[in-house]
T-cell receptor, first 113, second 112 residues
Framework: GENVEQHPSTLSVQEGDSAVIKCTYS??????FPWYKQELGKRPQLIID?????GEKKDQRIAVTLNKTAKHFSLHITETQPEDSAVYFC????????????FGTGTRLKVLA | SQTIHQWPATLVQPVGSPLSLECTVE??????LYWYRQAAGRGLQLLFY??????ISSEVPQNLSASRPQDRQFILSSKKLLLSDSGFYLC???????????FGQGTRLTVV
């Protein structure tokens, strides 16, 4: 089955700097890659996603890149702000008839003011 | 609009006791439903998913079971809890054929 690895497990950056979180997946059939943000004590929420037919997607300060050949994808946050502090999860999904996410282990991002 | 309800928010149970966590979705029909567990320092582990009433798929062998007695109700159960069952349990739903999953508020379970 699918396996998703995520690095780093923790990341501290100064406010205004960029943050990059990387994930790799094992199943070449995976074709959808969402990123979820979980603030302390709250539910995970989708922040951006990318499909396998696209190499990059951007939404304001957040971007995701996908390298299908290498089977890895990354989340980029520019001009980080204190409210970006949270746990971020990547996931991979295969078209098996029902979308089933396999999540990475999460990255705790701390933005230092 | 669609909403997902999960309860209780927190639960402390002794080892060997039974468990029942309930999740309901409103405002949609025939959703795909999921149970995830988030253990300390680990990611979101998929436990069960369901594409319809009475249809349950298990992702990992464990001490838990799931049932879907109604279209918008998903229940996570155990007959005898283990210490290792402690964690943060999240229910999620997804519209059939769609890609975005919506999570409930979660239940923090502590087995003592």
């Amino acid at each position: 089955g699918e396996n998703v690895e995520q690095h780093p497990s923790t990341l501290s950056v100064q406010e205004g700097d960029s943050a990059v979180i990387k994930c790799t997946y094992s199943d070449s059939a995976s074709n959808y890659f969402p990123w979820y943000k979980q603030e302390l004590g709250k539910r995970p929420q989708l922040i951006i996603d990318i499909r396998s037919n696209v190499g990059e997607k951007k939404d304001q300060r957040i971007a995701v890149t996908l390298n299908k050949t290498a089977k890895h994808f990354s989340l980029h946050i520019t001009e980080t702000q204190p409210e970006d502090s949270a746990v971020y999860f990547c996931a991979a999904s295969t078209p098996s008839g029902t979308y089933k996410y396999i999540f990475g282990t999460g990255t705790r991002l701390k933005v230092l003011a | 609009s669609q909403t997902i309800h999960q309860w209780p928010a927190t639960l402390v149970q002794p080892v060997g006791s039974p468990l029942s966590l309930e999740c309901t979705v409103e405002g949609t029909s025939n959703p795909n439903l999921y149970w995830y567990r988030q253990a300390a320092g680990r990611g979101l582990q998929l436990l069960f998913y369901s594409v319809g009433i009475g249809q349950i798929s298990s992702e990992v062998p464990q001490n838990l079971s799931a049932s879907r007695p109604q279209d918008r109700q998903f229940i996570l159960s155990s007959k005898k809890l283990l210490l290792s069952d402690s964690g943060f349990y999240l229910c999620a739903w997804m519209r059939s054929g769609a890609t975005e999953a919506f999570f409930g508020q979660g239940t923090r379970l502590t087995v003592v």
